[in-house]
């Protein structure tokens, strides 16, 4: 096996408050192998966004990790001071967000931004990085990129702006790209196009990918392997392929079970939901996060937390009842 | 879909045109240009020392030797305005340029930085506030030489805490936005983030009120000047109003002419500071 571009493990993330402090993640661990994509799945405020803002070491304030190792092709982000994530972020590793109505700078052109990230990494000169920002712009599939260059960031239409951020993103060709969310603001057309990009920037560049997202489609799309995470804690660890057709955690298949299935033509198929919801990370008891809203559980669910256990080479579940 | 317009067009031309549709801040505009001309061109076109004693004191206006009257020692008062605004705009300009100097420097670095800097800059903040700007001003003026200089410096030192709480406010506002975000994710360090990123966006409100703060400033003179703090070598709009304050029953004309010079500056100066406002808004803008 090689050796892997990003390794999490053991990471815990607290925030601080008068009260004490919360756990945001759990004990978090898994790896990203280079040119893997790997899906960040669950409900909002499961911790998927925590996840990524910790690799990036961009924690909002009181909120820390506390235990655990993020390692970047071995080296420990985690333990970074600010002047090394710095160098770091945006070359070795980059990121886009959800929304990319309000991901760039008003006041300044597309070209100027783009060109940014090369003068500050890269050292290029205002017009080698402008050169630049232009290829990069030809390689996100921008229609006119010329005249794309000159424009500001409230001249473009959301899809177009997410083309923008992910040239950006790609603009030092990262080992790895973190997307949150990337096409949860976008039309459903969009959508399609900015996953098609993504995968045709990560096969020239060779880089790694994390997915974040809620969506159990986009997931059976773009991933190789799948992270479910459930209140702070990954509590399903699988191929993709595996992870949809064989889901282990009864909170996977919940999600699974919340996918319209379009090919078997059933419309009327009843979609399950999962009842109740994400609970309060401050008052979740000894046992199972997920106990209260799961149908197999019992006491011993909510006495004891289920380990992390191998089920089958890769596939790795939190679950008593599994 | 966006429409595509004739080339992009900058934030700055934007705004121009916004204030262009503005008729009172144009007026304010050719009003301000139209007195800065005289202030400039005035000496040489006039050439009158306005400190020369020309004809009988308090002489009204429509004098052939002085157009406007003459003061209590009958120097020409169309020379003393014209040569005064140099003064009284000097002083407000430059007490303009160090407040805001002062107070964005102030803001930006308790907005963006937060905690102990935040506090110790804010209390600081807080005890030129309460301090009553008049007094205090005439307080520094007088433990130095009054000068030019040391009138614009003291205006500073007390008109510098209003900048810097908006300034404050905005960076707070701005840092939290998703493209401050956005950019540390692509690496850029906190001087990269607050010249290029917080500071441009905080800049609209900024920039309406350091013309207010012109305004204010040329008025703050005035007032220093018609106390007789001013510099009494340098004729300015406020001093030759002081000076004839005791003959105002026997002749008007020497403080009211100053005075409405003095109201027209800073009437213009309102004006443009509005229309920028208008111009600058980013909700005024349409998409």
């Known amino acids: 096996m090689t050796a892997p571009v990003l390794a999490v493990e053991g990471v815990t993330v607290e925030r601080q408050a008068r009260s004490g402090s919360v756990r945001i993640l759990r004990d978090l661990a898994f790896t990203v192998q280079p ?22 070491g961009l924690l909002p304030p009181r909120i820390r990790v506390a235990a655990g190792s993020i390692r970047l092709d071995g080296e420990d982000l985690a333990r970074a001071d600010a002047r090394t994530l710095n160098r770091i972020r945006g070359d070795r590793i980059s990121m886009i967000f959800q929304d990319p109505m309000t991901a760039l700078n008003p006041v300044f052109t597309v070209g100027e931004q783009i060109a940014e990230v090369l003068r500050v990494h890269r050292g290029l000169s ?8 232009l290829d990069l712009l030809k390689a996100v599939d921008i229609s006119d990129p010329a005249h794309r260059l000159r424009q500001y960031p409230h001249e473009l239409s959301g899809g177009m702006r997410q083309r923008v951020m992910i040239a950006m993103a790609v603009a030092c060709e990262p080992r790895l790209l973190i997307a949150d969310e990337p096409t949860t603001a976008l039309d459903v057309t969009v959508q399609a196009q ?31 392997r799948a992270v479910v995470m459930y209140a702070g804690r990954a509590v399903e660890y699988a191929p993709v392929e595996e992870l949809i057709r064989a889901p282990c955690h009864p909170y996977t298949q919940g999600l699974i079970g919340c996918i319209p299935d379009m090919e078997s033509g059933d419309a009327n198929a009843e979609l399950t939901e999962i ?48 | 879909m966006t429409v595509r317009s004739q080339g992009p067009q900058s934030p700055l031309a934007e705004a121009w045109a916004i204030f262009r549709r503005n008729r009172p801040a144009l007026l304010g505009l050719a009003l301000l240009v139209l007195i800065v001309a005289m202030t400039l061109v005035g000496p040489t ?47 407000g300009l430059s007490a303009a340029l160090l407040t ?16 102990w800097i935040d506090r110790l800059l804010m209390r600081t903040t807080e005890f030129f506030q309460v301090l009553p700007p008049l007094i205090l001003a005439m307080t520094i003026v007088l433990l130095f030489r009054p000068s030019l200089a040391t009138v614009a410096v003291s205006i500073g030192l007390v008109s510098w805490p209003t900048p810097a709480r908006l300034t404050r406010a905005e960076f707070l506002r701005i840092r939290e936005l998703d493209y401050v975000r956005a950019a540390r994710a692509m690496g850029a360090r ?25 305004g204010a400033a040329i008025l703050f ?18 001093l030759i109003m002081g000076m004839n304050r005791p003959y105002i029953f026997e002749a008007w004309w020497a403080t009211t002419f100053p005075g409405i010079v003095l109201f027209a500056t800073v009437l213009a100066v309102s004006l443009i500071g509005d229309g920028l406002n208008d111009a600058l808004n980013p909700r005024q803008r349409e998409r």
């Open chain 2, 100 to 115: 805001m100097g002062l107070g964005v420097t102030v803001g930006a670095l308790a907005g963006f930085y937060g905690g």
């Open chain 1, 126 to 133: 205002p017009a080698n990085a402008l050169a630049r920002a």
């Open chain 2, 190 to 214: 906190n001087r990269r983030i607050i010249w290029r990123l917080i500071l441009p966006n905080a800049a609209p409100p900024l920039i309406v009120a350091a013309t207010l703060t012109i």
């Open chain 2, 45 to 91: 076109l006039y050439g009158v020392d306005p400190l020369d004693i020309v004809s009988a004191p308090l002489l009204p206006p429509g004098d052939a030797d002085a157009p406007l009257g003459t003061d209590y020692l009958g120097r020409d008062l169309l020379a003393g305005i014209i040569s005064g605004g140099r003064a009284s705009l000097a002083v």
């Open chain 1, 35 to 56: 040119g893997e994509t790997v899906a960040l799945v669950g409900e909002s405020g499961c911790g998927k966004s925590m996840t990524a803002l910790a690799i990036m």
């Open chain 1, 194 to 224: 900015v996953f098609e990009l993504l995968r045709d920037l990560k096969r020239r560049l060779g880089m790694a990918l994390i997915l974040i997202t809620h969506d159990m489609g986009a997931v059976a799309e773009l991933a190789d």
């Open chain 1, 275 to 322: 009842p109740g919801m994400v609970p309060d990370l401050a008052a979740i008891g000894p046992g199972c996060a997920f106990a209260d809203r799961c149908g197999l559980a019992d006491a011993a669910c909510r006495a004891e937390l289920p380990p992390v256990m191998e089920r089958a080479p890769g596939h790795r579940v939190a679950c008593w009842k599994a």
């Open chain 2, 221 to 238: 003179e005035g007032g220093l000047s018609f106390l007789g703090l001013g510099d009494s070598n340098a004729v300015s709009w406020g």
